[in-house]
């Protein structure tokens, strides 16, 4: 299993941290499928094979991704996806 992890800065309150970082994991479902739920102040998205967890904090966003061999043949474009999203979302 291949596992990355993403550290983020960010000056978003908690509230609105926590929409965007649910509305990532909405979109990853969009696209991908799978399911997310909150648990406390992370949020884990599970699809078969893929496996991320996001830990809200007070200034800094941490998402660690575990990937199954069959989803590590899209690691390069869910990456991209998902970096593009907190690029534009968490300045």
Do not use: N
């Not at 102040?41 to 996001?54: F, I, K, M, N």
């Amino acid at each position: 299993m291949s596992r990355v992890r993403i550290v983020r800065g960010h000056h978003l309150g908690r509230e609105a941290l926590e929409r965007e970082v649910e509305r990532l994991a909405a979109q990853l479902v969009a696209r991908h499928g799978g399911r997310y739920q909150w648990e406390d102040d992370s949020l884990t998205y599970r699809h078969p094979g893929l496996e991320a967890r996001v830990s809200c904090g007070e200034e800094r966003l941490e998402l660690e991704l575990a990937f199954g061999a069959l989803a590590s043949l899209f690691k390069g474009r869910i990456l991209r996806e998902v970096e593009d999203y907190l690029d534009a979302h968490l300045s």
